[in-house]
Nanobody, 124 residues
């Protein structure tokens, strides 16, 4: 089992920045396959950014150039640096992980584990 705990959410004005963290514990793989998803209120959950076991990153078009995903394997922590935030980025953000390594974008693969989520609210 893997436990994922997100932190770093909050309220910011448009144009601001936030960094989300996701601490993993339990039976994690050193070559972790992890991603960030988000779910705006009343809408479906969508992939935002992923990092595979080659450390190749992928992003949904709407966040390219503004968000950066990274992982610290030694600390078993996943990050999402968000800048130039827009009101449409407002959502509950979830960390996700797969049980095994992956060599395709985690955004294309169903996660095995989810965190509890952290809320990001961007005001105009």
């Amino acid at each position: 089992q893997v436990q994922l705990v997100e932190s770093g959410g909050g309220s910011v004005q448009a144009g601001g920045s936030l960094t989300l963290s996701c601490a993993a514990s339990g039976d994690t793989s050193n070559g972790a396959c992890m991603a960030w998803f988000r779910q705006p209120s009343g809408k479906a959950r969508q992939g935002v950014a992923g990092v595979d076991s080659f450390d190749t990153t992928t992003y949904v078009d709407s966040v390219k150039g503004r968000f950066t995903i990274s992982k610290d394997n030694a600390r078993k922590t996943l990050y999402l640096q968000m800048s130039s935030l827009k009101p449409e980025d407002t959502a509950m953000y979830y960390c996700a992980a797969r049980r095994n390594e992956c060599y395709d974008s985690p955004l294309n693969l169903p996660p095995d584990y989810w965190g509890q989520g952290t809320q990001v609210t961007v005001s105009s």
